[in-house]
């Protein structure tokens, strides 16, 4: 989600059931003196840190309205299109691939954290009780795809032909050399589904809401990576509205409220790692994975 991106393999786009009002968005600073209420859209708005974020914002004279999503392929458009001020819900390969395959170009203007993405069982404790030929799944939307892959050949399962990059799919499974076949499911559906699996990378969003715990992972990628940047998730906004200093407090409180914070770590089950990334990286991270999605086609 809560980490979220990018080369977006096309997810199922719910319609908007939201009954937003296609307004401009507030100028800068207009948000506390006008009555103007900042629309922030996100995937899980019963994380604890939302209501924190929206009494901490309040007490800055800023009106925020969480507008949960039921998934990942709805906030960016909203966004786009002037429903949603912010969002929250992505990291930046996600949104790189959305700019690309949407020719839009929202621009993050804040970090928030890295969640490590994690492979769940009912059947197995471990991954060397996954016997050979049994079935894994993966998320279908292609960011989180390619990363779900490089957990599974981290954990000995399969073997990426490319050796495994942000962009590997399917396609890159060396089905001869892996243990287990992998299938691509809707990233809601991987949870409901690990009755029929041997196993599934599960993206943090749907974790607790599926009844597990992020303890249960019985394996998961590295967040202190340094090549983890581009997982980064973040708060985007329209390019016009980088400056918006209303929009740029919210990112401050949501990084230094320790009410914000803790509750960060209550939705993630301690597993998210916060962070403060300077804006230039994020953006040159946005630029540079952008730039290979194109290159990639």
Request: a negative charge; aromatic letters at 6%.
């Amino acid at each position: 989600m809560s980490q979220r991106s990018t080369f977006i393999a096309a997810l199922v786009a719910a319609p908007l059931l939201f009954g937003l009002a296609a307004c401009a968005s507030p100028a800068a600073g207009e948000g506390d003196a006008s009555g103007e209420v900042v629309k922030i859209g996100v995937v899980g708005a019963g994380d604890a840190q939302w209501p924190a974020f929206e009494e901490a914002a309040a007490a800055e004279g800023i009106t925020v309205e969480i507008v949960d999503f039921s998934d990942y392929a709805q906030p960016n458009p909203a966004t786009t299109e002037g429903e949603l001020d912010l969002n929250q819900f992505q990291h930046i390969v996600y949104l790189a691939d959305y700019n690309v395959s949407a020719a839009e170009d929202l621009t993050p203007i804040g970090s928030t954290a890295i969640y490590p993405l994690g492979l769940y069982s009912q059947k197995y404790d471990s991954v060397e009780d996954i016997p050979e030929g049994e079935t894994v799944a993966v998320p279908n939307d292609a960011s989180n795809q390619a990363r779900g892959l490089l957990v599974l050949q981290s954990a000995g399962l399969i073997e990426l032909k490319s050796g495994g990059t942000i962009f590997s799919d399917l396609a890159d499974v060396d089905e001869a050399k892996s243990k287990v076949k992998v299938t691509a499911l809707e990233a809601s559906l991987t949870p409901t589904s690990l009755p029929d699996l041997a196993a599934a990378i599960i993206n943090n969003d749907f974790v607790e809401d599926a009844g597990l715990s992020f303890e249960d992972a019985i394996a998961q990628d590295d967040p202190s990576d340094p090549n983890a940047l581009p997982y980064v998730n973040i708060f985007a906004t329209r390019a016009e509205d980088t400056d918006n200093e209303t929009y740029l407090k919210l990112v401050e409180i949501f990084q230094t409220d320790e009410d914000v914070q803790a509750g960060l770590l209550e939705s993630s089950g301690n597993t998210a790692v916060a962070l403060q990334t300077p804006v230039a990286d994020l953006e040159e991270s946005l630029a540079k994975v952008e730039s290979d999605t194109e290159a990639n086609g």
